[in-house]
C-alpha cells in the first residue's frame, strides 16, 4: 500500500497505484 501511504502523507484520505508496475498513484480524497 505503497501509494496510499504516499497520498496520506500529503493530506488525501488514501489512494492506489495503478498500471502494471505500480509506478503511478492516484489519489483520493
Do not use: A, D, E
Not at 501511504?5 to 484520505?13: A, G, Q, T, V
Not at 505500480?22 to 480524497?29: N, S
Amino acid at each position: 500500500m505503497r501509494c496510499h501511504n504516499h497520498c496520506r502523507s500529503i493530506k488525501y484520505r488514501g489512494g492506489y497505484c495503478t498500471n502494471f508496475l505500480k509506478r503511478t498513484c492516484k489519489c483520493y480524497g
